[in-house]
């Protein structure tokens, strides 16, 4: 199931980067891709903003584009700067947080 601001960016060269825009002391997703097997979501997080710990059902790749986050999986802490990437494994308990400014892709296999 696509979305209408989804369907406008089909076929189109696009900055990931570009997709969210920084807000302060918020968090701004864009889902660039939503079907009933996935989706895939840009976020941007200003310093010191985060996602508490919580689990999800599947794994997930957060890819970083813009910054340095901290991601803690199980208890173990990463540094991840733009460039960097990780996969989130299904149902372990996992948090993000803001070490600076930062933009991710998050990309969630349902299957």
Do not use: W
Not at 16 to 42: F, H, W
């Amino acid at each position: 199931m696509e979305n209408k601001d989804t369907q406008t960016i089909v076929g189109q060269v696009k900055s990931l980067a570009g997709m969210t825009a920084y807000q302060e002391c918020a968090v701004v997703s864009r889902e660039i891709i939503k079907k009933d097997t996935g989706t895939v979501t840009v976020f941007a997080f200003d310093k010191g903003q985060g996602l508490s710990e919580h689990t999800a059902p599947f794994d997930a790749l957060v890819n970083v584009l813009d910054g340095k986050a901290e991601i803690v999986i199980s208890g173990n802490p990463n540094q991840l700067k733009a460039g960097d990437f990780i996969i989130m494994p299904a149902n372990e308990p996992h948090s993000l947080k803001a070490v600076e400014k930062f933009k991710m892709m998050l990309t969630m296999i349902r299957s």
